[in-house]
């Protein structure tokens, strides 16, 4: 595979799908620093491709012949977490019932990739910072020292730079992650790869399902083309593979997908970008004053249903994964409990 490199960009990488301008760089990037031994931090929304590009960093490499190991730091609570990553041993925890290796030494000679990296808690930053710096660890309740010659690739889908300045990120690890940063664009920034990541999903979905849907309406890809898609990649599979298994015959029609895609519907709050709450905010005040006038505690109810979607949207983003939501919150779990009663969101 050539690893020659113009100036408009690399070509693209096996099993990756896009080939417009804005791929071309991450692809070029990609290339460039996989043959280092460089920390790599990974930018972008979710389902923009991150994992495929932390594995194609570590094929790329010289320790392509090493393990690939993945965790997903926004996944497991602190203690979890960390035990998942060092390993720990025998008796250093209710349910140690025995020694175990953590990832990192799993990825020994190899490359770690963790997924969320900004989910990390303040203690666990501090490890973290000490294996990129030293390639040092102890496994938790261990004080013998392990040394381990692992890549780190790591991947945040928020600002890091927001997540400093709120106190929940430690400046010096993010130094030691940003070595090479490569930003992955989200999916509404390069609509010119949607007809070929349409047709690379139709392959997929018609060999899976034993189906053969082969062709695309227009007015289908014209909605496909118009639409936002704060779900990325990721969203635009689902919705192939739906109208795959659905379709009466060998097209995918515009009446196969989602109303939202169609335009027949509003934004999705729960998957809106954080920006969107603004949109909401004025959009519940216009609403407020012109149909609301004379009720009572009008400020309180815009402010509480405000809040209801900030939650359904942290929810979402963790996956229903309440310890996750309530840090990226800034509250903690039992308060986040609290509130998903008061709003009627503790039985969703």
Known sequence: MSSDLSSAGGPPIPGIIGSGPAMREVYRRTRQVARSNASVLLLGETGTGKELIARAVHQLSLRASGPFIRVNCGALTESLLESELFGHVRGSFTGAVGDRTGRFEAAHTGSIFLDEINSTTPKLQVKL???????????????????????????????????????????????????????????RERREDIPELVAHFLKIYNESNDRHVPHVEPAAVESFQQYDWPGNVRELQNYIERAVVLAPGDEVTLDLLPDVVRGRTGRRIGHSRPADLETLASDLVAQGLNTAAGEDNLHGKIVSRVERELIRQVLAQCNGVQIKAARRLGMNRNTLRKKLKELGLDEK
């Open 129 to 187: 910072l000490r294996v990129l710096q030293e390639r040092e660890f102890e496994r938790v309740g261990d004080t013998k020292t392990v040394h381990v010659d692992t890549r780190v690739i790591a991947a945040s889908n928020r600002d890091l730079g927001e997540e400093i300045s709120a106190g929940r990120f430690r400046e010096d690890l993010y130094y030691r992650l940003n070595v090479v940063p490569i930003h992955l664009p989200p999916l």
